[in-house]
């Protein structure tokens, strides 16, 4: 699975009827054709925020034991955190 690449910017202008919608983006940025999810970044930062709780809480979770189910899941939970961000 590739890597998100998660680019931040803000929405300068838009026109509904030509249905274009134009960006300034914080740094270099890469465009690319395909569907995207555009949300606040205050949003993003909140789902970051609480996945990262979610990870931490089944760390700290006792049925957390190395070669477990369990383990299993928070690695995969890891990897999308990575996929991500």
Excluded at 29 to 40: D, E, L, M, Y
């Amino acid at each position: 699975m590739k890597k998100l690449i998660t680019q931040t910017g803000k929405s300068a202008t838009c026109d509904f009827e030509e249905k274009t919608w134009v960006f300034e983006m914080d740094s270099d940025f890469k465009v690319i054709a395909g569907k995207f999810a555009i949300i606040p970044k205050e949003n993003y930062d909140s789902l970051i925020t609480a996945y990262v709780g979610m990870i931490n809480s089944m760390m700290a979770h006792p049925d957390n034991e190395p070669d477990s189910e369990f383990c299993d899941m928070i690695n995969r939970a890891i990897d999308v955190l990575d996929f991500i961000r």
